[in-house]
Nanobody, 117 residues
């Protein structure tokens, strides 16, 4: 059974940096888009960044210029470099891996990111 294992969350002061990693514990065939989402307390889960299997990226306006998404296709891994963190970035961050056929995807278990002011 495939699991997505996340790491790299934690507590950081405003202006600091963190790097999230997400790797599949098993083989996922026909991966398409990989991405990061986040959910703050009392709010809906929202898209942070996604990257296609061709390397095209898309970011939420709130993180553009501060966060960078990347992927390692050989290891079925996706990363999120977060710079210039703000208290409003505090949330549980989830990775998601989509695969063919369309509509199939896996979620990671979530990684807490807390930014203090």
């Amino acid at each position: 059974q495939v699991q997505l294992v996340e790491s790299g969350g934690g507590l950081v002061q405003a202006g600091g940096c963190l790097r999230l990693s997400c790797a599949a514990s098993g083989t996922i065939r026909s991966i398409t888009t990989m991405g990061w989402y986040r959910q703050a307390p009392g709010k809906q889960r929202e898209l942070v960044a996604v990257i296609s299997n061709g390397g095209s990226t898309n970011y939420a306006d709130s993180v553009k210029g501060r966060f960078t998404i990347s992927r390692d296709n050989a290891n079925n891994a996706v990363y999120l470099q977060m710079n210039g963190l703000k208290p409003e970035d505090t949330a549980v961050y989830y990775c998601r891996v989509d695969r063919r056929p369309a509509g199939l995807y896996y979620w990671g278990q979530g990684a807490q990111v807390t930014v203090s002011s």
